[in-house]
């Protein structure tokens, strides 16, 4: 079946730090991978789309001086939070999905974020 | 411009009752609605998902009713269970050289025993 891998599940980071959580698709390609950040409301907010052989696309109000990617191959990809502050706090999810199959979005477990 | 909508915002039934959370949408390119659930420190789920070609998807207790011309599609859940307390999401993607998923803003579920 397919799997996303997502770590760290839980990660702190002092303030104006940064750090790095990973994603880790098994059982399919992720042509595309999507990141988002889940607000303590529980909305969903796109933060980057990334597809293969493809630019990054970066949602208004995300830059990737702030958060960059990275989607090197088919099954791995990579986002940064520079300089974390407070308002980075929240759950980090990332989103694979095989556009040559069924166009499904499988999540990761989440990188929950915490700065201190 | 919230292109899809979720209602109600919250949902408590009993166990056994059928719980039903209604979806709508703006952008008539969509052309795939999966529904995600998500129990508390999880995360999202997938748990239903349909296509315009059909306006109805049944998977056990859950079945989804969808009415293209309306824009509009609903998650039935039948004999309510408390383990079916959760946040539901409806989403939609269209191939419109976006790739984008859109969700909604959820529905959270309580199922009383």
């Known amino acids: 079946g397919a799997l996303v891998y997502q770590y760290p599940r839980r990660t702190i980071c002092k303030s104006g730090t940064s750090m790095r959580m990973e994603c880790q698709a098994v059982?399919?390609?992720?042509?595309?991978v999507a990141w988002y950040r889940q607000s303590p409301q529980k909305t969903f907010e796109l933060i980057a789309l990334?597809?293969?052989?493809?630019?990054?696309?970066?949602e208004q109000n995300f830059t990737q001086e702030k958060f960059p990617i990275s989607h090197p191959n088919l099954s791995f990809s990579s986002m940064t939070v520079l300089n974390a502050y407070l308002e980075d706090r929240g759950l980090y999810l990332c989103?694979?999905?095989?556009?040559?199959?069924?166009?499904?979005?499988?999540f990761g477990a989440g990188t929950r974020l915490s700065v201190l | 411009q919230q292109q899809v909508r979720q209602s109600p915002q919250s949902l408590t039934v009993w166990e056994g009752e059928t719980a039903i959370l209604n979806c709508s949408y703006e952008?008539?390119?969509?052309?795939?609605f999966p529904w995600y659930w998500q129990f508390p420190r999880e995360s999202p789920a997938l748990l239903i998902a349909?296509?315009?070609?059909?306006n109805k998807k049944e998977d056990g207790r859950f079945t989804i009713f969808f009415n293209k011309r309306e824009k509009k599609l609903s998650l039935h859940i039948t004999d309510s269970q408390p383990g079916d307390s959760a946040t539901y999401f409806c989403?939609?993607?269209?191939?419109?050289?976006?790739?984008?998923?859109?969700f909604g803003a959820g529905t959270r579920l309580k199922v009383i025993a």
């Open positions: 989103g694979a999905t095989d556009w040559g199959g069924k166009n499904t979005l499988y």
């Open positions: 059982g399919f390609q992720a042509t595309s």
């Open positions: 990334s597809t293969v052989n493809s630019a990054i696309k970066y």
């Open positions: 952008d008539s390119t969509f052309d795939y």
């Open positions: 349909i296509r315009p070609v059909s």
């Open positions: 989403a939609a993607w269209g191939n419109t050289g976006n790739y984008k998923y859109v």
